[in-house]
């Protein structure tokens, strides 16, 4: 069983930055990648960037690109979202996955709302 707490989410203005951490917690299990996903109301929950256990990075989301930036390490279980120039369109709850061995189960944090506004 894997716990995963996020941490980081908030109020900031337009063109504020935030960063988001995710650590994930349990035994038995390998992480072979994380993760980090979004849902804004009435939307479905949307992929944003994966790290794998060997450090391998990809963004999927076109609308974060150079101004979101995945980091950490996946084998030791701890994923960051460095996030700028953010939008009103970025509000969302933000959440962290971990895909683990054995079974490639997925687990997910509990998210973290951003809000961006004036």
């Known amino acids: 069983q894997v716990q995963l707490v996020e941490s980081g989410g908030g109020l900031v203005q337009p063109g504020g930055s935030l960063n988001l951490s995710c650590a994930a917690s349990?035994?038995?299990?390998?992480?072979?990648?994380m993760a980090w996903y979004r849902q804004s109301p009435g939307k479905q929950r949307e992929l944003i960037a994966t790290?794998?256990?060997?450090?391998?990075?990809?963004y999927f989301a076109n609308s974060v690109k150079g101004r979101f930036t995945i980091s950490g390490d996946a084998a030791k279980g701890t994923v960051y979202l460095q996030m700028n120039s953010l939008k009103p369109e970025d509000s969302a709850v933000y959440y962290c996955?971990?895909?683990?061995?054995?079974?490639?189960?997925?687990?997910w944090g509990q998210g973290t709302q951003v809000t961006v506004s004036s």
């Open positions: 996955n971990a895909v683990t061995l054995p079974g490639r189960r997925t687990y």
């Open positions: 349990g035994t038995g299990s390998v992480t072979i990648s």
């Open positions: 790290i794998t256990r060997g450090g391998n990075i990809n």
